[in-house]
């Protein structure tokens, strides 16, 4: 079973920027697809961006696309979001998962805690 460890949450102005990173252990971190998902208050959690195991691949939400990029360091078993431009509706608490595939976004392991992200206007 993979552990999850996220950081690099924090308060930020709307505008601004934020890294992300996910430290991964427990399975063969490099033959897996990655996601991050996020959740907002009173909201389910959402689908935001996915990378397949050599990096070559991504896929996003709509509402992120030219803002967020997501990668990683099969070295250092980390995935990471830099995000961009952030608004006020990126606020939540985001999370990595292992997931099928860069399209089939659905989570396969267990969730880490997450890091807050509040972006103000």
């Known amino acids: 079973q993979v552990q999850l460890v996220e950081s690099g949450g924090g308060l930020v102005q709307a505008g601004g920027s934020l890294r992300l990173s996910c430290a991964a252990s427990g399975r063969t971190f490099s033959w897996f697809a990655m996601g991050w998902f996020r959740q907002a208050p009173g909201k389910e959690r959402e689908f935001v961006a996915s990378?397949?195991?050599?990096?070559?691949?991504?896929d996003y939400v709509d509402s992120v696309k030219g803002r967020f990029t997501i990668s990683r360091d099969n070295a250092k078993n980390t995935v990471y979001l830099q995000m961009n431009n952030l608004k006020p509706e990126d606020t939540a608490v985001y999370y990595c998962?292992?997931?099928?595939?860069?399209?089939?976004?659905?989570?396969?392991?267990?969730w880490g805690q997450g890091t807050q992200v509040t972006v103000s206007s």
């Open positions: 998962n292992a997931v099928n595939s860069v399209r089939d976004h659905k989570p396969t392991a267990s």
């Open positions: 990378i397949n195991w050599s990096g070559e691949s991504t």
